[in-house]
């Protein structure tokens, strides 16, 4: 893996999205503008169809971008094995396998979720010690951004998964916010000793014996996730998924509320004349595309899923998040937390068998 940007390479799924390829190539023209992205970039996808989009952003001829041609995509409603298995030259999987050859350092696709979590799982295979990946993604909190995991790769999780999202979830905080000691929760419906479910009481046990390892500091509630009470929200993904989607639809519902209200008459406009650098601000900060792409960690390579709605700001956003993740090169780091977490469950394993 590349630590270097300079000399990092990222395959780009271009295909498949629902605003299609030139919204894609748009991402990265972005990118390259506002984020000064550094690297190499390999489109794969319809190569007629990206080379128009590349003319039409007037990147085309860019030195550090280059096509790799496929002629099948994988929708949005196919099911992910059996898409795999019929379309060997998808643009997905095209992608996926430029970073299992060694080609690329990292893939980032908005193409259909399940299909990417397989064909990563699949190709490039889970680190040692891990069972089942885990979606990350980066939430605007009240001072600072959080980490919530899993969004979505594992509805259902035991409390081993879930101390490997800590662990996942905490390197990931580490590599991308500049966080030396993440402080981790487990999303629960209180702080109490002795609430929620079996799964979660289980695991807020096997998270106080990880000490040393994380700051693990016990369970929060919801309305404190974005209060900067924790860096790292873990849960499964069921309820990852449904806490990231009604976060994204409230940060829009308060958005289009507030434009809506203040020009409802001239005394408002006027005030929203006068608060126009405030407001400014608080999009900037509740807007979820500058952490857009959410990595599938425990991977033996960077897989990066970016929603399938993403506009070209979400994708240059995505594109960023990447580059952290390569120059970080988090792999490493994951494998030794995990080797000494497992070791610690398998104690937990065996004092529980003999009682």
């Known amino acids: 893996m590349a630590s270097n940007p300079l000399s990092c390479t990222i395959a780009i799924d271009a295909m498949g999205g629902d605003l299609g390829p030139t919204e894609v190539v748009a991402g990265l023209a972005l990118g390259l503008e506002l984020h000064s992205l550094k690297g190499d970039f390999i489109l794969v996808g319809d190569e007629p169809k990206l080379k128009a989009a590349l003319h039409e952003y007037q990147i085309d001829g860019h030195e550090r971008i280059s096509i790799l041609h ?9 099911k992910p094995i059996q898409s795999l298995k019929r379309k060997k030259d998808a643009s997905m999987v095209k992608a996926v396998a430029l970073v299992k050859e060694g080609q690329a350092d990292a893939v980032v696709s908005c193409g259909n979720t399940g299909a990417l979590m397989a064909c990563g799982t699949l190709r490039l295979r889970p680190l040692a010690g891990v069972d089942r990946p885990a979606l990350a993604s980066i939430i ?61 009481l289980s695991t807020h046990e096997h998270l106080k014996q990880m000490k040393g390892l994380i700051d693990y500091r016990g369970p929060v509630e919801g309305f404190q996730v974005f209060s900067d009470v924790v860096d790292v929200v873990v849960c499964d993904g069921f309820v990852g998924n449904v806490v990231l989607k009604v976060s994204e639809a409230l940060f829009g519902f308060i958005g289009d509320t507030l ?50 709605s993403s506009n070209r700001s979400a994708i240059a956003g995505a594109l960023r998040v990447a580059m952290e993740i390569i120059s970080h090169d988090m ?10 977490a497992n070791e610690r469950l398998r104690n937990i394993a065996k004092v529980t068998a003999s009682t």
């Open 259 to 308: 434009r809506e209200e203040l020009v409802r008459n001239p005394k408002r406009k006027l005030g929203a004349a006068l608060s126009k650098s405030a407001y400014r601000d608080m999009k900037k900060k509740l807007n979820p595309d500058q952490y857009s792409g959410a990595p599938l960690l425990g991977l033996r390579g960077n897989v990066l899923k970016a929603h399938g």
């Open 140 to 200: 605007p909190g009240r001072n600072r951004p959080f980490v919530l995991l899993d969004v979505g790769a594992n509805p259902e999780s035991t409390p081993e998964h879930l101390v490997h999202n800590a662990i996942l979830g905490c390197n990931y905080a580490k590599a991308v916010l500049g966080m030396p000691q993440p402080r981790v929760g487990l999303l629960s419906i209180g702080t109490e000793e002795g609430k929620g479910n079996s799964r979660t």
């Open 331 to 340: 792999i490493e780091s994951i494998s030794g937390d995990l080797e000494i």
């Open 70 to 78: 496929s002629t099948e995509v994988i929708g949005m409603d196919e």
